[in-house]
Nanobody, 124 residues
Framework: QVQLVESGGGLVQAGGSLRVSCAAS????????MGWARQAPGKEREFVAV????????YYADSVKGRFTISRDNAKNTVYLQMNSLKPEDTAVYYC?????????????????WGQGTQVTVSS
């Protein structure tokens, strides 16, 4: 079992930056593909960034490419999502998730463990 706890969400103005963190416990994340997904009111949950444990490959949704960066610190068992140049449409609850897939985990169903989410609100 892997427990995930997100933190760092909050209110930020458009154009600003925010870093959300995901602290894992129970097992080391070094052999898990880690992802950040978000869900806005009335919309489906979507993945915005994924980091595969094998080869360290990353994936970004087109909507955040060039603005968001996913990273991990295996020694701290923590995953981060650095969000720059934030837009009002980035407003959502952001969830951290862990998958046993080696790579290519881009769907909700690919993930075994989820955090409770942290709210990010971007004002215009």
């Amino acid at each position: 079992q892997v427990q995930l706890v997100e933190s760092g969400g909050g209110l930020v103005q458009a154009g600003g930056s925010l870093r959300v963190s995901c602290a894992a416990s129970g097992r080391t994340i070094s052999r898990y593909t880690m992802g950040w997904a978000r869900q806005a009111p009335g919309k489906e949950r979507e993945f915005v960034a994924v980091n595969s444990w094998s080869g360290g490959r990353t994936y970004y949704a087109d909507s955040v490419k060039g603005r968001f960066t996913i990273s991990r610190d295996n020694a701290k068992n923590t995953v981060y999502l650095q969000m720059n140049s934030l837009k009002p449409e980035d407003t959502a609850v952001y969830y951290c998730a862990a998958s046993t897939a080696i790579s290519g985990a881009y769907s909700i169903s690919d993930y075994n463990y989820w955090g409770q989410g942290t709210q990010v609100t971007v004002s215009s």
